[in-house]
């Protein structure tokens, strides 16, 4: 060939070299119409699992098939779950705009999710970032988008352990250095100086609940409390955020709480430090440490769990709510000479108007 054309044997060699690895065009267009069935697939695949889950057919009337699609909405794209029923996505997205506000269901969806997440981002120690977070999710039998997952964490305040290490090596060696700061000094000289907090659990119609609580040392009175179906970090971590949105204190928090795992987990006690909040811990195995809290839980069970009986987990927290509302208001405390938390604070703003 060399002779053939007169090119140099060093030229052949090289353009061989160069254009060896060029597939046939039409290895290309098998490869693309592989893809093209591949995808088809995938997405027949997840209709016919929206068609299982679902409680009606195509004919069925609008409104029940908007109802159905509700029900599986965050855990399949919309445009599968339109053209599994054949409804028009802007009818769709216009039917969860209008029930958002509402739905507690969805509000529900977006809670366990949240959950999972931290239980996923917790077992990972922190290194799990949104993708691997939704691997695991869809191991585990969840059906959602990475842009949901990364919604939520923003939520939550997590990230990926890996994606920031050098701050958040400065965090985890503050992590380390925690220790009892409060030493059961229970009376303390102002609001939003001390919180203490814990968690107690009760049981309604053959299920246990959860129900974490927080109260400022200066008056015992309770600023925030959540209830949940499961013991998480999800549940501290609303309890404390619902804290701060009612007192928004300006001055130094101690924080102070038992060693268990949700009080302890990483992104917790990340948050703290981000509020530059002083963590406290009660010694393993002392209760007496946080025994403001023991207390507050005792009196708690006995006048309003123990001897009230409950039609339904909502006529529960509607009654926990009228006892928190009066343990405040009304309960008189003997740590504030007998008046109740709402009085003491009221008396404290008194002699301190400009505080």
Not at 80 to 104: M, P, Q, S, W
Not at 176 to 181: D, F, G, Q, R, Y
Not at 316 to 323: E, F, L, N, P, S
Request: aromatic share 12%; glycine share 2%; charged share 30%.
């Amino acid at each position: 060939m060399t002779k053939k054309y007169n090119v140099p044997r060093s030229t052949l060699y090289s353009w061989i070299d160069r254009y060896r690895d060029i597939p046939d065009a039409n290895d290309i267009t098998v490869k693309k119409t592989l893809d093209n069935y591949k995808r088809k697939y995938e997405k027949e695949k997840q209709i016919l699992e929206v068609l299982k889950l679902v409680e009606c057919t195509r004919k069925a009337p609008l409104k029940t098939k908007l109802y159905e699609l509700e029900k599986l909405y965050g855990q399949f794209s919309v445009r599968i779950l339109c053209e599994a029923l054949d409804v028009d996505r802007g009818t769709f997205y216009n039917h969860i705009k209008r029930n958002k506000k509402t739905d507690t269901s969805y509000a529900k969806r977006r809670e366990e999710l949240s959950v999972a997440i931290q239980e996923i981002y917790e077992e990972s120690h922190g290194l799990f970032g949104s993708d691997k977070i939704l691997s695991v999710l869809n191991e585990k039998g969840y059906h959602t988008s990475k842009k949901t997952v990364r919604e939520l964490m923003n939520e939550m305040g997590i990230h990926s352990f890996r994606s920031r290490a050098k701050k958040d090596y400065k965090i985890w060696k503050k992590l380390h250095e925690t220790k009892n700061v409060l030493q059961r000094e229970f009376t303390v000289d102002k609001p939003n100086s001390v919180w203490v907090s814990d968690c107690t659990q009760f049981s309604l119609f053959k299920k246990t609940y959860h129900l974490c609580a927080i109260l400022d040392l200066f008056s015992r009175k309770i600023i925030a409390y959540k209830i949940s179906a499961r013991l998480s970090t999800q549940l501290i971590t609303s309890t404390f955020k619902m804290a701060l949105e009612i007192r928004k204190p300006e001055g130094h928090l101690v924080f102070h709480s038992d060693r268990g795992c949700q009080y302890t987990s990483y992104s917790f006690r990340k948050l703290l430090i981000e509020k530059n909040v002083t963590q406290s811990f009660s010694k393993p195995g002392t209760p007496y440490d946080n025994g403001v809290m023991e207390s507050f839980f005792s009196s708690f069970k006995q006048e309003e769990i123990y001897r009230t009986s409950y039609r339904s987990l909502e006529d529960c927290k509607t009654h926990i709510a009228d006892y928190m509302q009066f343990y405040n208001e009304k309960r008189p405390h003997r740590a504030n000479n007998y008046k109740s938390p709402n009085q003491t604070e009221e008396a404290y703003y008194k002699k301190n108007p400009t505080v």
